[in-house]
Nanobody, 119 residues
Framework: QVQLVESGGGLVQPGGSLRLSCAAS????????MGWYRQAPGKQRELAAA???????NYAASVKGRFTITGDNAKNTVYLQMNSLKPEDTAVYLC?????????????WGQGTQVTVSS
């Protein structure tokens, strides 16, 4: 069983910054990607950013240039640095982890952390 523990959410003013962390623990097999989805009220869940074990990154167009995702493979932890935050970034941010498991893929989700951008 894999557990993901997220931290770093909160309330921030427009233009401010936050850093989210997500640490994985438990029986990891072959981790190959971690990332963050976000879900705002009344909207579909969208991928915000992801990073592969090899360091490749992927960003939503709406966050590119403002968010930076990094992974620490030794710690099985992923970080999301969010700068120049906008009210439309307000959402629950959910960490996820993908690993190869039993001939297939397995995805584990964190519990989510609230990010609110408001003056």
């Amino acid at each position: 069983q894999v557990q993901l523990v997220e931290s770093g959410g909160g309330l921030v003013q427009p233009g401010g910054s936050l850093r989210l962390s997500c640490a994985a623990s438990g029986s990891l097999f072959s981790l190959y990607r971690m990332g963050w989805y976000r879900q705002a009220p009344g909207k579909q869940r969208e991928l915000a950013a992801a990073v592969t074990y090899g360091g490749g990154t992927n960003y939503a167009a709406s966050v590119k240039g403002r968010f930076t995702i990094t992974g620490d493979n030794a710690k099985n932890t992923v970080y999301l640095q969010m700068n120049s935050l906008k009210p439309e970034d307000t959402a629950v941010y959910l960490c996820y982890l993908d690993e190869y498991y039993n001939g297939g893929d397995r995805r584990t989700w964190g519990q989510g952390t609230q990010v609110t951008v408001s003056s």
